[in-house]
Protein backbone atom coordinates (compact mmCIF):
# COMPACT_ATOMS: atom_id res chain seq x y z
CA UNK A 1 0.00 0.00 0.00
CA UNK A 2 1.18 3.49 -0.84
CA UNK A 3 1.40 5.57 2.29
CA UNK A 4 1.18 9.40 1.74
CA UNK A 5 3.23 11.87 4.20
CA UNK A 6 1.85 15.50 5.57
CA UNK A 7 5.27 16.00 6.63
CA UNK A 8 8.51 14.69 5.46
CA UNK A 9 10.45 12.38 7.50
CA UNK A 10 13.86 13.20 9.11
CA UNK A 11 16.63 13.01 6.48
CA UNK A 12 19.52 12.05 8.84
CA UNK A 13 19.69 10.76 12.36
CA UNK A 14 19.30 13.02 14.70
CA UNK A 15 22.50 13.32 16.69
CA UNK A 16 21.04 13.16 20.56
CA UNK A 17 17.76 12.74 22.23
CA UNK A 18 15.23 13.90 25.08
CA UNK A 19 13.41 11.25 27.70
CA UNK A 20 9.68 12.19 29.37
CA UNK A 21 8.30 9.26 31.34
CA UNK A 22 4.59 9.22 31.19
CA UNK A 23 0.98 6.98 32.44
CA UNK A 24 -1.16 6.71 29.97
CA UNK A 25 -4.97 6.08 30.97
CA UNK A 26 -6.12 3.15 28.53
CA UNK A 27 -9.11 1.04 28.74
CA UNK A 28 -9.87 -2.89 27.72
CA UNK A 29 -11.59 -5.46 26.89
CA UNK A 30 -15.43 -5.97 25.84
CA UNK A 31 -16.69 -2.37 25.38
CA UNK A 32 -13.47 -1.07 26.75
CA UNK A 33 -14.68 -0.96 29.90
CA UNK A 34 -11.67 -2.17 31.94
CA UNK A 35 -9.46 0.75 33.11
CA UNK A 36 -5.76 0.33 33.14
CA UNK A 37 -3.15 2.44 33.78
CA UNK A 38 -0.04 1.99 31.48
CA UNK A 39 4.02 3.51 32.32
CA UNK A 40 6.34 4.31 29.55
CA UNK A 41 9.39 6.26 28.09
CA UNK A 42 8.88 8.71 25.22
CA UNK A 43 12.07 9.30 23.44
CA UNK A 44 12.11 12.26 20.95
CA UNK A 45 14.87 12.76 18.57
CA UNK A 46 16.65 16.05 19.05
CA UNK A 47 15.63 18.74 16.30
CA UNK A 48 11.83 17.63 14.91
CA UNK A 49 8.81 19.70 14.89
CA UNK A 50 5.07 20.25 13.25
CA UNK A 51 7.02 20.69 9.96
CA UNK A 52 10.50 18.40 10.20
CA UNK A 53 8.32 14.60 11.79
CA UNK A 54 10.06 11.31 12.43
CA UNK A 55 8.12 7.36 12.11
CA UNK A 56 7.64 6.23 15.38
CA UNK A 57 8.52 3.11 17.46
CA UNK A 58 6.60 1.18 19.90
CA UNK A 59 8.04 -1.55 21.85
CA UNK A 60 7.65 -3.23 25.45
CA UNK A 61 9.34 -5.27 27.59
CA UNK A 62 9.75 -9.56 27.53
CA UNK A 63 7.45 -11.30 30.28
CA UNK A 64 8.79 -10.42 33.51
CA UNK A 65 10.37 -6.53 32.45
CA UNK A 66 9.21 -3.44 31.88
CA UNK A 67 9.73 -0.29 29.85
CA UNK A 68 13.27 -0.31 31.42
CA UNK A 69 14.11 -2.93 29.89
CA UNK A 70 13.87 -1.49 26.53
CA UNK A 71 15.92 1.61 27.24
CA UNK A 72 18.79 0.26 25.21
CA UNK A 73 16.75 -0.35 21.90
CA UNK A 74 14.77 2.29 22.53
CA UNK A 75 17.33 4.63 23.12
CA UNK A 76 19.39 3.53 20.04
CA UNK A 77 16.42 3.81 17.36
CA UNK A 78 16.19 7.47 19.10
CA UNK A 79 19.59 7.93 17.67
CA UNK A 80 18.54 6.45 13.97
CA UNK A 81 16.14 9.02 13.50
CA UNK A 82 13.12 7.29 15.51
CA UNK A 83 10.57 9.01 17.79
CA UNK A 84 10.33 5.87 20.35
CA UNK A 85 7.86 4.86 23.27
CA UNK A 86 8.74 1.95 25.27
CA UNK A 87 5.93 1.02 27.81
CA UNK A 88 5.25 -1.87 30.80
CA UNK A 89 2.88 -4.24 28.90
CA UNK A 90 -0.39 -4.56 31.52
CA UNK A 91 0.56 -6.48 34.74
CA UNK A 92 4.62 -5.47 34.55
CA UNK A 93 6.95 -2.54 35.87
CA UNK A 94 3.97 -0.34 37.43
CA UNK A 95 1.24 -0.89 34.34
CA UNK A 96 -2.27 -1.80 36.31
CA UNK A 97 -4.66 -4.75 35.18
CA UNK A 98 -3.59 -8.39 35.46
CA UNK A 99 -1.60 -9.91 32.53
CA UNK A 100 -3.37 -11.54 29.73
CA UNK A 101 -0.73 -12.91 27.92
CA UNK A 102 -0.75 -9.99 24.87
CA UNK A 103 -4.70 -11.53 24.69
CA UNK A 104 -5.55 -9.09 21.27
CA UNK A 105 -8.75 -7.62 23.18
CA UNK A 106 -7.01 -6.64 26.01
CA UNK A 107 -3.11 -6.04 25.34
CA UNK A 108 -3.52 -5.52 21.65
CA UNK A 109 -6.19 -3.18 22.30
CA UNK A 110 -4.41 -1.37 25.18
CA UNK A 111 -1.18 -0.69 22.82
CA UNK A 112 -3.50 0.32 20.04
CA UNK A 113 -4.70 3.18 22.17
CA UNK A 114 -0.76 4.15 22.91
CA UNK A 115 -0.50 4.62 19.15
CA UNK A 116 -3.39 6.90 19.63
CA UNK A 117 -1.21 8.84 21.46
CA UNK A 118 1.44 8.81 18.83
CA UNK A 119 -1.25 9.74 16.55
CA UNK A 120 -1.38 13.35 18.19
CA UNK A 121 -4.67 12.10 20.09
CA UNK A 122 -4.82 14.12 23.74
CA UNK A 123 -6.61 12.90 26.81
CA UNK A 124 -4.63 9.37 27.15
CA UNK A 125 -1.10 10.33 28.40
CA UNK A 126 -0.07 12.33 31.21
CA UNK A 127 3.02 13.43 33.19
CA UNK A 128 2.06 12.00 37.04
CA UNK A 129 0.90 8.52 38.41
CA UNK A 130 -2.08 10.01 39.19
CA UNK A 131 -3.18 10.97 36.27
CA UNK A 132 -4.11 15.18 36.33
CA UNK A 133 -1.78 16.80 34.69
CA UNK A 134 -2.17 16.14 30.60
CA UNK A 135 0.42 15.99 28.36
CA UNK A 136 0.38 17.82 25.38
CA UNK A 137 -0.40 16.69 22.19
CA UNK A 138 2.54 14.52 20.01
CA UNK A 139 2.63 16.67 17.54
CA UNK A 140 6.28 15.28 15.63
CA UNK A 141 5.72 12.18 14.20
CA UNK A 142 4.77 11.30 10.38
CA UNK A 143 1.30 10.25 9.58
CA UNK A 144 -0.40 8.47 7.40
CA UNK A 145 -3.03 9.36 4.60
CA UNK A 146 -4.85 6.25 4.75
CA UNK A 147 -4.43 3.08 7.33
CA UNK A 148 -4.18 -0.48 5.76
CA UNK A 149 -7.39 -1.05 5.96
CA UNK A 150 -7.98 2.08 3.47
CA UNK A 151 -9.51 4.26 5.89
CA UNK A 152 -8.66 7.95 6.42
CA UNK A 153 -7.91 8.63 10.16
CA UNK A 154 -6.69 12.35 11.39
CA UNK A 155 -4.46 9.95 14.06
CA UNK A 156 -2.74 7.65 11.78
CA UNK A 157 1.16 7.87 12.86
CA UNK A 158 3.43 6.11 11.03
CA UNK A 159 5.00 3.41 13.46
CA UNK A 160 6.21 -0.13 13.74
CA UNK A 161 7.02 -2.17 16.70
CA UNK A 162 9.78 -4.62 18.10
CA UNK A 163 10.44 -6.35 20.87
CA UNK A 164 11.01 -9.75 21.86
CA UNK A 165 9.25 -12.50 23.20
CA UNK A 166 6.13 -12.03 25.34
CA UNK A 167 7.14 -8.16 24.06
CA UNK A 168 7.01 -9.88 19.98
CA UNK A 169 3.47 -11.47 21.17
CA UNK A 170 2.45 -8.19 21.51
CA UNK A 171 2.93 -6.88 18.06
CA UNK A 172 0.61 -9.64 16.43
CA UNK A 173 -2.18 -8.67 19.45
CA UNK A 174 -1.93 -4.91 18.09
CA UNK A 175 -1.60 -5.74 14.28
CA UNK A 176 -4.70 -7.52 14.24
CA UNK A 177 -6.43 -5.12 16.02
CA UNK A 178 -4.92 -1.30 14.69
CA UNK A 179 -4.69 -1.14 10.90
CA UNK A 180 -2.63 1.76 11.89
CA UNK A 181 0.40 -0.35 12.62
CA UNK A 182 2.68 -0.10 9.47
CA UNK A 183 5.14 -3.13 10.28
CA UNK A 184 6.16 -5.15 12.99
CA UNK A 185 9.63 -6.96 13.90
CA UNK A 186 8.83 -9.84 16.27
CA UNK A 187 11.77 -11.54 18.28
CA UNK A 188 11.42 -15.24 19.76
CA UNK A 189 8.31 -15.49 19.99
CA UNK A 190 5.12 -17.59 19.82
CA UNK A 191 2.72 -19.07 17.07
CA UNK A 192 0.50 -20.99 19.22
CA UNK A 193 0.80 -21.11 23.20
CA UNK A 194 -0.97 -24.34 23.48
CA UNK A 195 1.96 -25.96 21.98
CA UNK A 196 4.76 -24.06 23.39
CA UNK A 197 3.61 -24.69 26.67
CA UNK A 198 2.50 -27.38 26.41
CA UNK A 199 4.02 -28.84 22.97
CA UNK A 200 2.62 -32.73 21.02
CA UNK A 201 5.10 -33.73 18.09
CA UNK A 202 2.15 -35.34 16.72
CA UNK A 203 -1.75 -35.13 15.73
CA UNK A 204 -0.37 -31.50 13.77
CA UNK A 205 -3.98 -30.62 11.76
CA UNK A 206 -2.41 -27.09 11.36
CA UNK A 207 0.94 -25.12 11.82
CA UNK A 208 2.51 -26.30 15.05
CA UNK A 209 -1.02 -26.66 16.54
CA UNK A 210 -2.53 -30.23 17.49
CA UNK A 211 -5.63 -31.81 18.04
CA UNK A 212 -3.86 -33.39 21.30
CA UNK A 213 -2.30 -31.54 24.13
CA UNK A 214 1.21 -32.97 24.82
CA UNK A 215 3.27 -32.18 27.83
CA UNK A 216 3.44 -29.80 30.23
CA UNK A 217 6.82 -27.60 30.13
CA UNK A 218 6.87 -28.07 34.13
CA UNK A 219 9.76 -25.99 34.67
CA UNK A 220 9.04 -23.16 31.91
CA UNK A 221 5.51 -22.69 33.76
CA UNK A 222 6.70 -22.68 36.69
CA UNK A 223 9.25 -19.65 36.19
CA UNK A 224 6.43 -17.58 34.28
CA UNK A 225 4.27 -18.03 36.96
CA UNK A 226 6.42 -17.07 39.65
CA UNK A 227 8.01 -13.99 37.60
CA UNK A 228 4.15 -13.10 36.68
CA UNK A 229 3.36 -13.15 40.30
CA UNK A 230 6.57 -11.34 41.77
CA UNK A 231 6.50 -8.67 39.33
CA UNK A 232 4.33 -6.08 40.29
CA UNK A 233 6.13 -5.65 43.81
CA UNK A 234 4.05 -5.09 47.29
CA UNK A 235 3.52 -1.52 46.32
CA UNK A 236 1.78 -3.14 43.35
CA UNK A 237 -0.69 -5.34 45.19
CA UNK A 238 -1.30 -2.28 47.64
CA UNK A 239 -2.38 -0.25 44.57
CA UNK A 240 -4.30 -2.74 42.55
CA UNK A 241 -5.55 -5.56 45.25
CA UNK A 242 -7.34 -7.14 41.90
CA UNK A 243 -3.77 -8.37 41.09
CA UNK A 244 -3.90 -10.79 44.37
CA UNK A 245 -7.20 -12.20 44.11
CA UNK A 246 -8.61 -14.60 42.92
CA UNK A 247 -5.51 -15.39 40.78
CA UNK A 248 -2.24 -13.32 41.33
CA UNK A 249 -1.79 -10.83 38.81
CA UNK A 250 -3.28 -13.23 36.42
CA UNK A 251 -6.75 -13.79 35.33
CA UNK A 252 -8.47 -17.37 36.55
CA UNK A 253 -8.48 -18.45 33.47
CA UNK A 254 -4.55 -18.66 33.52
CA UNK A 255 -3.97 -19.69 36.91
CA UNK A 256 -6.55 -22.72 36.26
CA UNK A 257 -4.00 -23.50 33.18
CA UNK A 258 -1.08 -23.30 34.70
CA UNK A 259 -2.80 -25.58 37.78
CA UNK A 260 -3.74 -28.40 34.64
CA UNK A 261 -0.36 -28.25 33.53
CA UNK A 262 1.42 -28.68 37.21
CA UNK A 263 -1.18 -31.56 37.63
CA UNK A 264 -2.38 -33.44 34.76
CA UNK A 265 0.74 -32.53 32.44
CA UNK A 266 -1.59 -31.53 29.81
CA UNK A 267 -4.38 -29.11 29.23
CA UNK A 268 -8.25 -29.63 28.72
CA UNK A 269 -10.17 -27.83 25.35
CA UNK A 270 -10.84 -24.92 27.59
CA UNK A 271 -7.52 -23.97 28.47
CA UNK A 272 -6.52 -24.87 24.95
CA UNK A 273 -8.85 -22.66 23.64
CA UNK A 274 -7.87 -19.55 26.01
CA UNK A 275 -4.48 -19.97 25.06
CA UNK A 276 -5.07 -20.04 21.14
CA UNK A 277 -7.15 -16.98 21.82
CA UNK A 278 -3.82 -15.43 22.74
CA UNK A 279 -1.98 -16.54 20.03
CA UNK A 280 -1.70 -15.25 16.41
CA UNK A 281 -2.47 -18.69 14.90
CA UNK A 282 -5.80 -17.99 15.76
CA UNK A 283 -6.18 -14.50 13.87
CA UNK A 284 -3.37 -14.87 11.12
CA UNK A 285 -5.60 -13.78 8.61
CA UNK A 286 -5.84 -10.41 10.63
CA UNK A 287 -2.19 -9.40 10.22
CA UNK A 288 -1.56 -7.66 6.60
CA UNK A 289 1.50 -5.81 7.25
CA UNK A 290 5.50 -6.59 7.06
CA UNK A 291 6.82 -8.52 9.07
CA UNK A 292 10.05 -9.78 10.02
CA UNK A 293 10.42 -12.79 12.24
CA UNK A 294 13.77 -13.77 14.41
CA UNK A 295 13.69 -16.70 15.90
CA UNK A 296 16.45 -18.87 17.80
CA UNK A 297 18.12 -22.05 17.41
CA UNK A 298 18.75 -22.08 21.15
CA UNK A 299 15.31 -21.78 22.47
CA UNK A 300 13.49 -24.51 24.42
CA UNK A 301 10.28 -21.96 24.53
CA UNK A 302 9.64 -21.14 21.21
CA UNK A 303 11.28 -23.33 18.97
CA UNK A 304 12.20 -22.22 15.34
CA UNK A 305 8.72 -24.45 14.31
CA UNK A 306 6.38 -21.69 15.53
CA UNK A 307 8.07 -19.13 13.79
CA UNK A 308 7.52 -21.68 10.43
CA UNK A 309 4.41 -21.77 11.12
CA UNK A 310 3.53 -18.22 11.45
CA UNK A 311 6.27 -17.83 8.28
CA UNK A 312 4.77 -20.15 6.37
CA UNK A 313 1.02 -18.86 6.82
CA UNK A 314 1.80 -15.57 6.51
CA UNK A 315 3.21 -15.81 2.78
CA UNK A 316 0.45 -18.15 2.21
CA UNK A 317 -1.50 -14.39 2.11
CA UNK A 318 0.68 -12.91 0.32
CA UNK A 319 1.94 -11.00 3.05
CA UNK A 320 5.37 -8.98 2.94
CA UNK A 321 7.69 -11.36 5.29
CA UNK A 322 10.99 -12.67 5.87
CA UNK A 323 12.72 -14.65 8.81
CA UNK A 324 16.02 -15.16 10.58
CA UNK A 325 16.96 -17.89 12.37
CA UNK A 326 19.57 -16.51 14.76
CA UNK A 327 21.73 -18.66 17.50
CA UNK A 328 20.51 -16.94 20.54
CA UNK A 329 16.89 -17.14 21.74
CA UNK A 330 15.43 -17.88 25.88
CA UNK A 331 18.08 -21.29 26.04
CA UNK A 332 21.30 -19.46 25.07
CA UNK A 333 23.02 -16.27 24.40
CA UNK A 334 23.55 -14.61 21.00
CA UNK A 335 27.43 -15.55 18.67
CA UNK A 336 29.72 -12.06 18.79
CA UNK A 337 28.15 -9.79 16.14
CA UNK A 338 25.09 -11.23 16.01
CA UNK A 339 22.80 -8.86 18.82
CA UNK A 340 24.00 -7.12 21.97
CA UNK A 341 20.66 -6.00 23.33
CA UNK A 342 22.74 -3.85 25.81
CA UNK A 343 24.55 -1.89 23.24
CA UNK A 344 23.29 -2.37 20.03
CA UNK A 345 24.98 -1.43 16.83
CA UNK A 346 23.63 -1.82 13.12
CA UNK A 347 27.50 -1.45 11.64
CA UNK A 348 28.85 -4.64 14.04
CA UNK A 349 25.94 -6.73 14.83
CA UNK A 350 23.87 -8.53 12.17
CA UNK A 351 20.16 -8.63 13.40
CA UNK A 352 20.08 -5.02 14.19
CA UNK A 353 21.24 -4.03 10.71
CA UNK A 354 18.70 -6.40 9.49
CA UNK A 355 15.91 -4.66 11.58
CA UNK A 356 17.36 -1.49 11.13
CA UNK A 357 17.34 -1.93 6.91
CA UNK A 358 13.42 -3.11 7.39
CA UNK A 359 12.39 -0.24 9.79
CA UNK A 360 14.14 1.92 7.20
CA UNK A 361 12.58 1.06 4.03
CA UNK A 362 8.97 0.00 5.83
CA UNK A 363 9.03 3.10 8.16
CA UNK A 364 11.00 6.13 6.42
CA UNK A 365 10.26 5.05 3.14
CA UNK A 366 14.07 4.49 2.19
CA UNK A 367 15.33 2.57 -1.13
CA UNK A 368 17.61 0.02 0.85
CA UNK A 369 17.88 -3.90 0.76
CA UNK A 370 16.17 -5.43 3.61
CA UNK A 371 18.38 -9.15 3.19
CA UNK A 372 17.21 -12.22 1.91
CA UNK A 373 14.14 -13.57 2.46
CA UNK A 374 15.43 -16.65 5.05
CA UNK A 375 18.47 -16.61 7.02
CA UNK A 376 20.06 -18.88 9.23
CA UNK A 377 23.20 -18.80 11.40
CA UNK A 378 25.65 -21.84 10.94
CA UNK A 379 27.95 -22.04 13.90
CA UNK A 380 30.41 -23.97 12.71
CA UNK A 381 31.55 -21.60 10.51
CA UNK A 382 34.70 -19.16 11.42
CA UNK A 383 34.45 -15.30 11.42
CA UNK A 384 35.53 -12.17 13.06
CA UNK A 385 33.63 -8.58 13.67
CA UNK A 386 30.03 -8.72 12.67
CA UNK A 387 28.57 -12.44 12.28
CA UNK A 388 27.65 -11.48 8.51
CA UNK A 389 29.47 -14.71 7.28
CA UNK A 390 27.97 -17.55 9.29
CA UNK A 391 24.28 -16.27 8.07
CA UNK A 392 23.72 -18.69 4.93
CA UNK A 393 20.56 -17.57 3.28
CA UNK A 394 17.99 -18.88 0.45
CA UNK A 395 14.41 -19.98 0.55
CA UNK A 396 12.92 -21.41 3.27
CA UNK A 397 12.78 -24.88 2.96
CA UNK A 398 16.56 -25.11 2.21
CA UNK A 399 17.20 -28.52 3.37
CA UNK A 400 17.13 -31.81 1.31
CA UNK A 401 15.30 -34.89 2.84
CA UNK A 402 17.43 -37.94 4.07
CA UNK A 403 16.40 -40.56 5.40
CA UNK A 404 17.47 -43.19 7.95
CA UNK A 405 15.90 -46.24 9.67
CA UNK A 406 15.36 -47.42 12.74
CA UNK A 407 17.42 -50.79 12.52
CA UNK A 408 17.35 -53.76 15.84
CA UNK A 409 21.06 -54.09 16.36
CA UNK A 410 22.09 -51.79 13.85
CA UNK A 411 21.37 -48.27 15.00
CA UNK A 412 20.54 -45.94 12.35
CA UNK A 413 21.23 -46.93 8.48
CA UNK A 414 21.40 -44.70 5.96
CA UNK A 415 18.07 -44.97 3.81
CA UNK A 416 20.62 -44.85 0.72
CA UNK A 417 22.23 -47.96 2.18
CA UNK A 418 18.73 -49.20 2.47
CA UNK A 419 17.91 -49.13 -0.41
CA UNK A 420 20.55 -50.55 -2.17
CA UNK A 421 20.22 -54.17 -0.03
CA UNK A 422 20.96 -53.24 3.84
CA UNK A 423 18.82 -54.36 6.18
CA UNK A 424 16.80 -52.57 8.68
CA UNK A 425 16.02 -55.03 10.62
CA UNK A 426 12.67 -55.23 12.61
CA UNK A 427 12.73 -55.54 16.45
CA UNK A 428 11.61 -53.86 19.28
CA UNK A 429 12.74 -52.09 22.68
CA UNK A 430 11.09 -51.64 25.70
CA UNK A 431 11.42 -48.65 27.85
CA UNK A 432 8.97 -47.68 31.09
CA UNK A 433 7.32 -44.29 31.56
CA UNK A 434 8.02 -43.12 34.54
CA UNK A 435 6.64 -39.94 36.61
CA UNK A 436 9.87 -38.33 37.12
CA UNK A 437 12.05 -39.29 34.44
CA UNK A 438 15.72 -38.67 32.85
CA UNK A 439 18.05 -35.06 33.25
CA UNK A 440 16.55 -31.90 32.34
CA UNK A 441 17.98 -29.83 29.39
CA UNK A 442 19.49 -26.56 29.40
CA UNK A 443 17.45 -24.12 31.82
CA UNK A 444 14.60 -21.87 30.51
CA UNK A 445 16.38 -18.93 32.17
CA UNK A 446 20.40 -19.52 31.23
CA UNK A 447 21.57 -17.15 28.69
CA UNK A 448 24.85 -18.28 28.54
CA UNK A 449 25.76 -19.42 24.83
CA UNK A 450 27.54 -22.63 25.94
CA UNK A 451 25.64 -24.01 29.04
CA UNK A 452 26.08 -27.26 29.47
CA UNK A 453 23.43 -29.72 28.72
CA UNK A 454 23.22 -32.89 30.48
CA UNK A 455 22.08 -36.19 29.11
CA UNK A 456 21.98 -38.49 31.59
CA UNK A 457 18.52 -41.21 31.22
CA UNK A 458 17.73 -43.34 34.38
CA UNK A 459 18.16 -46.87 33.56
CA UNK A 460 15.61 -48.73 31.59
CA UNK A 461 13.65 -45.74 30.73
CA UNK A 462 15.14 -44.98 27.01
CA UNK A 463 16.34 -46.81 23.68
CA UNK A 464 18.66 -45.08 21.93
CA UNK A 465 19.84 -45.73 17.92
CA UNK A 466 23.22 -44.44 16.51
CA UNK A 467 24.55 -44.16 12.99
CA UNK A 468 28.22 -45.15 11.99
CA UNK A 469 30.77 -42.13 12.82
CA UNK A 470 30.23 -39.83 10.26
CA UNK A 471 33.03 -39.71 7.37
CA UNK A 472 31.50 -36.29 5.54
CA UNK A 473 30.00 -33.50 7.47
CA UNK A 474 26.38 -33.56 7.67
CA UNK A 475 24.59 -30.06 7.87
CA UNK A 476 21.22 -30.16 9.17
CA UNK A 477 18.61 -27.31 8.47
CA UNK A 478 15.27 -27.24 9.16
CA UNK A 479 12.59 -29.73 10.45
CA UNK A 480 13.36 -33.24 11.00
CA UNK A 481 10.47 -35.80 10.97
CA UNK A 482 9.72 -39.35 12.14
CA UNK A 483 7.75 -42.45 11.66
CA UNK A 484 7.20 -44.43 14.53
CA UNK A 485 5.65 -47.34 15.48
CA UNK A 486 4.82 -48.47 19.74
CA UNK A 487 2.75 -50.84 21.53
CA UNK A 488 1.47 -49.51 24.99
CA UNK A 489 -1.93 -49.19 26.28
CA UNK A 490 -3.81 -45.87 26.60
CA UNK A 491 -2.20 -42.94 25.13
CA UNK A 492 1.35 -43.43 25.99
CA UNK A 493 3.57 -40.34 26.54
CA UNK A 494 7.35 -40.85 25.14
CA UNK A 495 10.11 -37.73 24.40
CA UNK A 496 12.45 -37.80 21.23
CA UNK A 497 15.63 -36.55 21.10
CA UNK A 498 18.91 -36.18 18.63
CA UNK A 499 22.10 -35.92 20.33
CA UNK A 500 25.24 -35.27 18.67
CA UNK A 501 28.04 -37.97 19.91
CA UNK A 502 31.50 -37.31 19.54
CA UNK A 503 34.51 -39.50 19.25
CA UNK A 504 35.18 -39.85 23.06
CA UNK A 505 31.66 -40.72 23.74
CA UNK A 506 30.12 -37.42 25.23
CA UNK A 507 26.70 -36.60 23.78
CA UNK A 508 25.49 -33.41 23.41
CA UNK A 509 21.63 -32.70 23.32
CA UNK A 510 21.28 -30.68 20.23
CA UNK A 511 20.25 -26.91 21.36
CA UNK A 512 18.49 -28.72 24.25
CA UNK A 513 15.21 -29.83 22.05
CA UNK A 514 12.88 -32.50 23.17
CA UNK A 515 10.34 -33.19 21.54
CA UNK A 516 7.17 -34.95 23.75
CA UNK A 517 4.88 -37.11 21.67
CA UNK A 518 1.67 -38.20 23.51
CA UNK A 519 0.15 -40.71 21.16
CA UNK A 520 -3.57 -40.94 20.78
CA UNK A 521 -3.82 -44.55 19.06
CA UNK A 522 -0.44 -46.68 19.61
CA UNK A 523 -2.09 -49.26 17.23
CA UNK A 524 -1.35 -46.81 14.20
CA UNK A 525 1.69 -45.44 13.01
CA UNK A 526 2.85 -42.52 14.47
CA UNK A 527 3.78 -39.69 12.28
CA UNK A 528 6.64 -37.08 14.39
CA UNK A 529 7.49 -33.58 13.69
CA UNK A 530 10.48 -32.51 15.31
CA UNK A 531 11.91 -28.98 16.70
CA UNK A 532 13.36 -27.24 14.09
CA UNK A 533 17.36 -26.94 13.91
CA UNK A 534 20.44 -26.05 12.81
CA UNK A 535 23.47 -28.43 13.48
CA UNK A 536 26.80 -29.74 11.65
CA UNK A 537 27.60 -33.16 12.86
CA UNK A 538 31.24 -33.18 12.12
CA UNK A 539 33.59 -36.18 10.61
CA UNK A 540 34.15 -38.40 13.29
CA UNK A 541 30.71 -37.94 15.33
CA UNK A 542 27.44 -39.86 14.95
CA UNK A 543 23.80 -39.13 15.27
CA UNK A 544 21.81 -40.40 17.83
CA UNK A 545 18.16 -40.59 18.34
CA UNK A 546 16.94 -41.49 21.89
CA UNK A 547 13.15 -42.33 22.49
CA UNK A 548 12.79 -41.52 26.50
CA UNK A 549 10.04 -42.52 29.07
CA UNK A 550 10.11 -38.85 30.62
CA UNK A 551 12.07 -35.51 30.91
CA UNK A 552 12.37 -33.59 33.60
CA UNK A 553 11.64 -30.19 31.95
CA UNK A 554 8.01 -31.56 31.28
CA UNK A 555 5.38 -32.78 33.56
CA UNK A 556 5.25 -36.69 32.43
CA UNK A 557 2.76 -39.43 32.63
CA UNK A 558 0.63 -39.61 35.57
CA UNK A 559 0.85 -43.28 35.65
CA UNK A 560 4.32 -45.57 34.27
CA UNK A 561 3.79 -48.30 32.27
CA UNK A 562 5.84 -50.05 29.45
CA UNK A 563 5.86 -48.74 25.87
CA UNK A 564 7.49 -50.97 22.88
CA UNK A 565 9.14 -48.81 20.32
CA UNK A 566 9.51 -50.90 17.23
CA UNK A 567 12.21 -50.72 14.86
CA UNK A 568 12.31 -51.65 10.87
CA UNK A 569 11.97 -50.67 7.56
CA UNK A 570 8.99 -48.72 8.08
CA UNK A 571 10.27 -46.41 10.95
CA UNK A 572 12.72 -44.11 9.86
CA UNK A 573 13.93 -40.28 10.76
CA UNK A 574 13.90 -37.92 8.29
CA UNK A 575 16.65 -34.93 8.14
CA UNK A 576 16.98 -31.35 6.20
CA UNK A 577 20.33 -32.18 4.73
CA UNK A 578 21.62 -29.06 2.95
CA UNK A 579 25.49 -28.39 1.21
CA UNK A 580 25.79 -24.64 1.80
Aim: include cysteine; hydrophobic fraction near 40%.
Amino acid sequence: MALGLTAPASAAPADGYTTQLLHFSVHTGPNRATPCTVVGQLYRPAGLSPTRRAPAILTTNGFGGSYTTQAPIAAYLATQGYVVLAYSGLGFGGSTCPITLDDPDVDGVAASQLIDYLGGRTGIAFTDAALRRAAPALDVVVHDDVDHSGHRRADDPRVGMVGGSYGGGIQFATAAVDPRLDTIVPQITWNDLSYSLAPNSTSTFSGVSTRVSGSAKIVYAAGLFADGVANPGRVGYQADPARITPCPNFTVAQCTTFAEGATVGQFSPASVAHLRHASVASYIDRIRIPVLLEQGQRDTLFDLNEAVATYQALRARGVETSMIWQQWGHSGGPAPGEYDKKNPDRTTQYEVGRTLDWLDKHLKGLDVDTGPEFAYFRNWVSYTGIATPAYASGTYPVGAPTAFRFSAGRGLVDGALVAAGASARAGAATIRTPLLGGRTQTGPYNDAPDAPKPVRQDPGTYARWDTAPRTTPLDVVGIPTMQLRLRAVGQPLVFAKIYDVAPDGSADLVNGLVAPIRVADPSRPVAVTMPGLVHRFAVGHRLRVEIAGGDQSFRNGLQGQPVSILSGPDTSLTLPVTTD
